[in-house]
């Protein structure tokens, strides 16, 4: 099987659907509010609300979507950041199919590790809450093909860095999600924001020990199951 990067930015664009649950905040530790969602979440072909401070109101969307189309198949994890929020990530700048295009530039959000830093410092904020943006796509096409693009493939207890907007406060979390390799699927399990306006926030700050532990077993058994 071949493997290529190519960009396919229209055909990302054109499979962006609606769907979807809700969640609320959770657990106190220092000026860290965390939120564990229990039992973890798998999502497929579905929206997920995130309500970071729980007032009722969605700041960001988690996505998984599959399609066939052609003999093709395509999966994909989006994340929508609404009301003016963002989330941290890269520009990557792709050559494209099309003689007549030259180079075409696209978002991809970061999947974080533990102990990065989420804050004003980073260079790359964006915000998609109309189309979205695509973390991670699979399309394997009729051709025998694969294309892989963005950070979230194939990953496990990765982190997606957002900022967010209360009152004309800005406030910054994260999101904590497992995405397969053939990005069929999404695991949603915790997320959490600093309490402290403008203050930044590490990736994986305010998740309980004891919580850590759980996930940690649950991921592997997930993972496992997957291979």
């Known amino acids: 099987i071949m493997k290529n990067t190519r960009t396919f930015d229209s055909k990302l664009k054109a499979y962006m659907a609606m769907a979807g649950g809700v969640v609320a905040a959770g657990a106190v530790q220092g000026q860290v509010i965390h939120t564990d969602i229990a039992p973890d979440t798998l999502i497929q072909n579905q929206f997920y609300n995130i309500d ?15 399609y066939s189309y052609y003999g093709s198949l395509f999966n994909g994890v989006a994340v929508y950041a609404l009301n003016g929020n963002e989330v941290l990530g890269s520009m990557v700048q792709t050559s494209s199919t099309s003689s007549s295009s030259g180079t075409s530039s696209y978002f991809y959000p970061k999947a974080l590790d533990r102990g990065d830093t989420i804050s004003s410092l980073q260079e790359k ?5 109309s189309s979205g943006t695509f973390m991670g796509v699979y399309l394997n096409s009729s051709s025998g093909s694969i294309y892989e693009a963005g950070n979230w493939v194939g ?3 990765k982190f997606l860095g957002l900022r967010f907007k209360v009152n004309q406060n800005t406030y910054y979390g994260w999101i904590r999600l497992d995405v397969t390799s053939d990005v069929d699927s999404v695991i949603i399990k915790d997320f959490a924001y600093e ?7 590490i990736a994986g700050a305010g998740i309980p020990a004891s ?3 759980g996930k940690a077993m649950l991921a592997n058994a997930w993972v496992n199951r997957k291979q």
């Open 52 to 66: 970071l401070n729980a007032d009722g109101v969605a700041d960001f969307q988690i996505m998984q979507v599959a």
């Open 155 to 157: 990953v496990k207890d």
């Open 195 to 201: 309490k402290t306006s403008g203050k930044g926030i």
């Open 211 to 213: 919580t850590r532990a």
């Open 125 to 129: 904020w964006y915000y998609y809450s």
